[in-house]
């Protein structure tokens, strides 16, 4: 059964489902700034667009254009700002 999330009052969304192994949810974050929170072990994956992401413990931004990915540990929180529509994947382990 497909869940949808909305979060940032509607800024950014989501659909969960179940891949052949993983959790996951695909989505679209608004341009604008946020921090998100993490309860498992997160990779996320840009499809569309681009997400720059200040990743805990780092001091630089980095940013993720289509195709790449980054991982974020469970029960941590990370900023992403993007200054366009930016679509991506994300499964949980």
Do not use: R
Request: proline share 3%.
């Amino acid at each position: 059964m497909l869940q949808v999330n909305e979060y940032f009052e509607g800024q950014a969304k989501s659909i969960s489902f179940q891949t052949s192994t993983l959790p996951a949810t695909v989505g679209v974050i608004s341009p604008g700034e946020y921090e998100f929170g993490t309860s498992k072990k997160e990779t996320m994956t840009v499809i569309s667009g681009a997400l720059t992401v200040l990743l805990p413990g780092m001091e630089e931004w980095m940013t993720y254009g289509a195709g790449e990915s980054f991982d974020v540990a469970g029960q941590a929180s990370f900023k992403a700002k993007t200054d366009i529509d930016t679509a991506y994947l994300c499964t949980y382990e």
